[in-house]
């Protein structure tokens, strides 16, 4: 089945500096080539599921849910299930399993959290993919998070999204 509403995709290429729409995908094909499905990335949503909770987990430190949801609404979804960690207190996802539909692990993900000052929003730092088929690894970082500091819908635009703004570069990168 095909996402709804593709049009709304885009992606950024420095290389060319032009924003290209992104066609309409499947639930399993890679993201940018990541280890990662477009519907991890963008288009999981919980009441597209069902849940059951399995019992209680213990992950860092961390009093976790351990959850599994099935999809409800793709009859023909590339994932046999999905085990879910979630920490009890703030429900961040810390950890995930995903079966294939011969019900086989094939994909790994870890999540790190942070709390940004003053606002308390919770980001994640790092998201650590591990495809067992593929045996590729996809880890994404985020440095510097600017939370509501008042940018206007219309700077998202295809135009300015080629210019290089000041509040577009990481001031926290590692080497």
């Known amino acids: 089945k095909e996402f709804p509403n593709p049009a709304n995709f885009f992606?950024?290429?420095?290389?060319?500096?032009?924003?290209?729409?992104?066609?309409a995908l499947q639930n399993?094909?890679?993201?940018?080539?990541?280890?990662?499905?477009?519907?991890?990335?963008h288009f999981h949503q919980p009441w597209d599921n069902e849940h059951k909770i399995l019992g209680e987990d213990t992950i860092s430190g961390n009093d976790c849910l351990?959850?599994?949801?099935r999809s409800k609404i793709y009859p023909d979804f590339y994932l046999e299930k999905s085990v879910v960690?979630?920490?009890?207190?703030?429900?961040?996802?810390?950890?995930?399993?995903?079966f294939d539909k011969e019900g086989k692990l094939?994909?790994?993900m870890?999540?790190?959290?942070?709390?940004?000052?003053?606002?308390n929003h919770w980001v994640y730092t790092s998201w650590n993919v591990i495809n067992l088929k593929s045996k590729g690894r996809s880890l994404i970082q985020?440095?510097?998070?600017?939370?509501d500091a008042g940018r206007k819908?219309?700077?998202?635009?295809?135009?300015?999204?080629?210019?290089?703004?000041?509040?577009?570069?990481?001031?926290?990168c590692p080497p």
């Open 11 to 23: 992606h950024y290429s420095k290389k060319t500096r032009r924003v290209t729409r992104v066609p």
């Open 106 to 108: 094939f994909k790994v």
């Open 85 to 98: 960690w979630l920490e009890r207190h703030n429900f961040l996802k810390l950890h995930e399993e995903q």
């Open 142 to 147: 985020m440095f510097d998070y600017d939370v």
């Open 66 to 69: 351990v959850i599994e949801w």
């Open 28 to 41: 399993g094909d890679s993201i940018l080539g990541t280890e990662l499905s477009w519907y991890d990335f």
């Open 153 to 172: 819908e219309k700077e998202f635009d295809a135009i300015r999204m080629t210019e290089e703004k000041v509040w577009m570069k990481c001031e926290h």
């Open 110 to 119: 870890d999540w790190e959290w942070e709390q940004l000052k003053p606002s």
